[in-house]
């Protein structure tokens, strides 16, 4: 291959522009030219290209979000609009693309590829939810940003004996509820997998009260319950001072952590040479410390399991 492509799509990630700059350095070392598609699938079918060269990258491996932009593009899912951007790409004399973001898409790249395209994707999303790998670009940071926040409540809710409830992204996976709930020392957390009973709940505000513990701290994730309405129900049954904590999109933002830039520039390597050792329809991730390349079929359709240990070990540390 001689000219390769990339776009991020979906939502931001931190970590993104520094598989942008991987990618492009990484082919300019390899004697490809790559191609930036700007505002993920939409570019794609609107021809937004422009070739990148080392110094264009120059900078954005600390940045968040992504230089390429990105977009929501749902009539990437019709097959006229699939065969469109092939051909778009194929005008422009690009071999093979690289899709850098989580499950939506990287169903766009598993299209590309089905209709004969060599795609390899880049696994980025902060909700740490595609299959067959243990972390994506994004989450790391975006665990952290919700444990700063955690922190910075609970010297709140501890200066006024109230009980906060920090609702944290996670519309269909608990990974950031579950991971920045133990490390924020959270006393209850709540995620889509588990199911739960508010009695059970409140009667472990009440428990705790009975102990002297008058502030409590409890992280869930937006797909578990919203927050404000789990806050009014507590609020209606025990007389405590309660409040909500809606972290909503800063967890999306700000600088990527050491371990994302690492992973991100990792993964930009090994989707580059992927693509040159004739990969395709596979995306790159780390599974067991070491950097795979997992079917994109089987990423996108297989759900990733929460390990319910972390589960256990979140009660017996709240007691």
């Known amino acids: 291959m001689k000219r390769i492509a990339v776009l991020t799509s979906g939502g931001d990630a931190p970590g993104m522009n520094a598989a942008i700059r991987s990618v492009v350095r990484v082919g300019y070392v390899r004697g490809v030219k790559v191609i930036g598609i700007y505002r993920g699938y939409r570019g794609l079918l609107e021809k937004d290209f422009r070739q990148m060269l080392p110094r264009d990258v120059s900078g954005i491996l600390e940045k968040g979000g992504t230089v390429l932009k990105t977009s929501r593009t749902i009539e990437f899912k019709e097959e006229k ?12 004399g690009i071999e093979g693309l690289i899709v850098v973001g989580g499950n939506g898409s990287q169903a766009g790249s598993l299209a590309l590829f089905k209709k004969g395209f060599p795609t390899i994707g880049i696994a980025s999303t902060i909700d740490n939810d595609l299959w067959g790998m243990d972390y994506t670009i994004g989450f790391d940071t975006a665990v952290n940003t919700a444990i700063d926040a955690i922190d910075k409540i609970r010297d709140t ?5 109230r009980t906060f409830i920090v609702e944290v992204m996670g519309r269909d996976a608990g990974f950031i509820a579950m991971d920045a709930g133990i490390a924020g020392g959270a006393d209850i957390i709540l995620v889509p997998e588990v199911k739960f009973n508010i009695n059970e709940i409140v009667d472990d505000i009440k428990n705790g009260m009975k102990k002297k513990k008058m ?5 869930c994730a937006e797909g578990a319950i919203h927050a404000r309405d789990l806050g009014k129900i507590i609020q209606e049954r025990i007389t405590i001072d309660t409040r909500v904590a809606v972290l909503g999109h800063i967890q999306r933002g ?19 040479d992927a693509l040159l050792d004739k ?11 070491k950097i795979v390349l997992i079917p994109l079929e089987q990423a996108v359709t297989k759900k990733k399991k929460l390990n319910l240990k972390l589960y256990k070990l979140a009660r017996e540390l709240s007691v």
Not at 279 to 289: A, L
Request: without cysteine.
């Open 81 to 92: 609009k699939q065969l469109r951007a092939i051909k778009n790409m194929k005008e422009k």
């Open 279 to 289: 990969e395709k329809g596979k995306i790159v991730g780390i599974k067991s410390n």
């Open 157 to 161: 809710a501890e200066s006024h004996d």
């Open 254 to 272: 700000g600088s990527p952590t050491r371990f994302d830039r690492l992973l991100a520039s990792a993964l930009g390597e090994k989707a580059v």
């Open 215 to 219: 502030h409590h701290l409890i992280v």
